[in-house]
């Protein structure tokens, strides 16, 4: 960017602290319950990706990304200084083709996957009936819920883009009673133990299909991070 006259930086990169695995496997804290109901812990998107958002202008998006071939005078590389700064850290990865480790590095790709076992797994019969059994614990106790989805979105609590006007209490003693029932029907059904096993053997499937990309999708990291290592103590540099 510095070579085309832009002076753009990237925000640090923070640990992932996200529980990304909670709402796979549809887990409700029961100490979380009993102090707030369903109103959990703030989640964003900088704690799932370690990536805090960040803007860019018109001329940075352009240079970034490709879509103009000179700026200020200079060559901009195909594909854009991140296309490019990718082919440097792709370098030396193995078993994988020279045309797909010069290609800009695709963070979403692995997301896919995960979703693919998702879809996979919500069609599984064990998951609707694991809903019922819980349904039929929270009945037990007087409260008619058909799903933990419903439970959680009830109207009573659940904030919706309607809501940004005027919030909805929180923290109310229904909802504390509803999300501790439910918090309690979920570990004495073994809801999310059962979805467990389903996920697992869903995203077991789609990395059976896939063996071969994940391959090289796990290669393409270990060299990335190897070289970014080598770029960060200046043994690995990249002339423009």
Not at 12 to 20: F, H, N, S
Not at 53 to 77: A, I, M
Not at 122 to 135: L, N, V
Request: glycine residues 10%; charged residues 30%.
């Amino acid at each position: 960017m510095r070579h085309v006259g832009l002076d753009f930086r990237f925000p640090a990169v923070e640990p992932v602290t996200d529980l990304r695995n909670v709402d796979l496997l549809g887990w409700l804290d029961p100490g979380q319950a009993a102090k707030s109901g369903y109103l959990g812990e703030g989640r964003n998107p900088d704690e799932m990706t370690g990536i805090p958002s960040y803007s860019v202008t018109d001329d940075e998006f352009y240079v970034l990304y490709g879509k103009v071939r000179r700026f200020h005078g200079r060559t901009v590389p195909s594909g854009g200084c991140m296309a490019k700064a990718d082919a440097l850290l792709n370098r030396g990865a193995e078993g994988v083709a020279p045309a797909d480790a010069g290609k800009r590095f695709d963070d979403d790709e692995v997301p896919r996957y995960v979703d693919s076992a998702v879809d996979l797994a919500f069609k599984d019969p064990r998951i609707a009936a694991a809903e019922r059994e819980w349904s039929d614990c929270m009945r037990s106790g007087g409260l008619d819920y058909r799903s933990t989805d419903q439970a959680g979105g009830d109207p009573r609590w659940a904030t919706t883009v309607n809501d940004d006007l005027s919030p909805k209490p929180r923290g109310t003693r229904a909802e504390i009673d509803t999300a501790v029932a439910d918090a309690r029907c979920r570990e004495e059904t073994g809801y999310s133990d059962v979805r467990r096993a389903v996920f697992v053997e869903a995203e077991n499937r789609v990395i059976g299909q896939s063996r071969a990309r994940l391959d090289a999708i796990r290669s393409l990291n270990q060299a990335r991070l190897a070289n970014s290592a080598k770029v960060l103590d200046g043994t690995l540099t990249l002339s423009w």
